[in-house]
C-alpha cells in the first residue's frame, strides 16, 4: 500500500517520521509539499520529547507517486483543505482513500461533492504536540493519541486495510464508527484553549488562571448549547473538567492558534468558534452564540 502525504507542517512532518519508522517499505510514503526538492539526500531533522535528535531522509513525491497512491493524507491548515485538493483533484487515483488531518470542523462539507461521493474520506484527529523549527525540522513537544474514522462511510463500506495500515502504524490510534462526535469533543477543547490563549499570548496551562474563569465557562455553555441544536449532548461540568485536564497535560504548549498569532499567519478560527457561530445560525439561534461571536471578532482583529 503506498501512501503520499500533502503539506509539510508540524503535524504533516511528525506523521511522516512516525510512519517512516514503522512501515516497512522506504518507498511505501513519501511526502508532497508545494515546493518540492530535487534533492535526493534531502533530511528531516526530528527532537522527540526527551531531546534525542535524528536525521530522516525525505522521500519527495511526484505526481505520479499521487496518482499511485492508495492513500493520501491531506494534512494542511483547514482554510487551505479545499483548495489543496481541488489542486490536485485530476492527480489524485479515483481508487484512493483520504485522509484529512486538521483542526475544526465543517471543512468535509465544503468539498467537491463530485468527489466525496467518490471516495472515501477518513478524518484523522491528534492530540500530539509538534513545533515545526524551521523547515524540515521539528519538535515531538508532547505524546498524545490518534482518532481515526471514515466521514462518508454511508456511500463507502468500511475499508479495514485503511483501518488496519493507520492502527498498527500509528501507536494509541483508535478507530471510531462515529468520528464526528470524535469531532465535537475536540472542538469542545479547542474552542475555548485556542483563542484564549490566542488573545492573551499565554501558554495552555495559564487558561486555568482565575481572570479567565468566566470566559472559560461562558465558553463551554455556549458550545454546550450548540451542540445540543446538532443533536450533540454534552455535560457543562465534564466538558470543564476535559478542557483542564488538556490545559495541565499541555500546560507549557503553545496552542496551534497562538502560533499562528505570533507568526503572523492566518489562524483557523473560521473552522473552530466561527463553525460553532454557523450552527448556531442555521438554526436561527446566534444569540446563544454571543461570547463565541465576540471572541471570534478578537481573533480576526489582531
Aim: net charge neutral; charged share 20%.
Amino acid at each position: 500500500m503506498k501512501l503520499v502525504i500533502i503539506g509539510a507542517g508540524a503535524i504533516g512532518l511528525l506523521l511522516y517520521k512516525q510512519l517512516n519508522t514503522t512501515l516497512k517499505r522506504p518507498n511505501q510514503l513519501a511526502l508532497l509539499t508545494r515546493t518540492n526538492s530535487e534533492n535526493n539526500n534531502a533530511l528531516l531533522s526530528y527532537q522527540d520529547i526527551d531531546n534525542h535528535e535524528q536525521k530522516i531522509k525525505i522521500n519527495y513525491a511526484s505526481l505520479i507517486d499521487l496518482q499511485c497512491a492508495d492513500v493520501v493524507i491531506v494534512c494542511v491548515k483547514a482554510f487551505h483543505v479545499n483548495a489543496v485538493i481541488t489542486h490536485y483533484q485530476k492527480d489524485i487515483n479515483p481508487q484512493a482513500s483520504i485522509v484529512l488531518c486538521h483542526n475544526g470542523m465543517g471543512v468535509f462539507e465544503e468539498l467537491p461533492q463530485n468527489l466525496t461521493n467518490r471516495q472515501p474520506f477518513y478524518a484523522l484527529l491528534t492530540t500530539h504536540g509538534s513545533r515545526k523549527d524551521k523547515a524540515m525540522a521539528i519538535t515531538h513537544t508532547g505524546n498524545g493519541v490518534y482518532d481515526l474514522g471514515c466521514l462518508n462511510s454511508e456511500l463507502h463500506p468500511l475499508d479495514v486495510s485503511i483501518k488496519d495500515l493507520f492502527m498498527n502504524s500509528l501507536a494509541n490510534c483508535t478507530f471510531h464508527q462515529n468520528i464526528r462526535l470524535k469531532q465535537w469533543q475536540k472542538l469542545a477543547v479547542n474552542c475555548v484553549i485556542n483563542p484564549i490563549t490566542a488573545i492573551n499570548k499565554i501558554p495552555n496551562g495559564e487558561i486555568l488562571n482565575t481572570c479567565y474563569g468566566a470566559l472559560r465557562r461562558e465558553l463551554i455553555e455556549e458550545f454546550v448549547a450548540i451542540a445540543e441544536l446538532a443533536g450533540i449532548s454534552f455535560d457543562v461540568n465534564e466538558v470543564n473538567e476535559t478542557v483542564e485536564h488538556v490545559a495541565i497535560s499541555t500546560a507549557k504548549n503553545t496552542s496551534s492558534m497562538l502560533s499562528d498569532v505570533l507568526a503572523n499567519r492566518k489562524t483557523e478560527i473560521t473552522y473552530i468558534n466561527g463553525f460553532l457561530l454557523d450552527v448556531a445560525g442555521k438554526y436561527n439561534q446566534r444569540e446563544l452564540a454571543k461570547t463565541h461571536q465576540a471572541i471570534y471578532q478578537q481573533i480576526t482583529n489582531l
